[in-house]
């Protein structure tokens, strides 16, 4: 009986099977470092609930310094913002500080009242929940609170600071 065929076959074989496992290693190490995009660290801690709590304590320190240039300074380039007591949606620089510009006439002053994070991924989590605003009327110095749903949206960028690329703010529906 001649073995060469059954070689050549068995051969054949092994060819295609190498073949195909290294495709797949090779798609599924794409896949798997499809996550490491922005900063190429993939050793890089994740970022804690704390960290990320700190976002607003900064997001909040730059209202107080009443220059709407500083806040959207923590804006992302293609940020999309809904704010609280606007109708317009604001994608652009300039129409997140034209927002900040009107907002910051109330000196308002943010205190979360509870909040829930979700790390997506190391470049990548949400802050979703409520906070408080103490505002005072430009006009007449009355003081008042507003309590409003909020979702932030962050991003960290490749020199590794974090940005919002989506704000929501909303008054509660019900006082």
Known sequence: MDRRPARRHIAA???ATAVLAA?????GT????ADARSTGDRHAKPVTKAQVLG????WNAALQTGNPKKVAD??????VLLPTVSNQVRTDRAGIVDYFEHFLRNKPHGTKVESV???LDRDTVIDTGVYEFALADHETGVRST???????AYEKQPNGKWLIVNHHSSKMPQG
């Open 13 to 15: 074989i092994a060819t």
């Open 23 to 27: 495709g797949t290693f090779a798609l």
């Open 30 to 33: 794409g896949v798997a470092g």
């Open 55 to 58: 976002l607003f304590d900064d």
């Open 74 to 79: 923590l804006y992302a380039k293609d940020a």
């Open 117 to 119: 994070v979700n790390v």
């Open 146 to 152: 507003v309590k409003a749903r909020y979702t932030y």
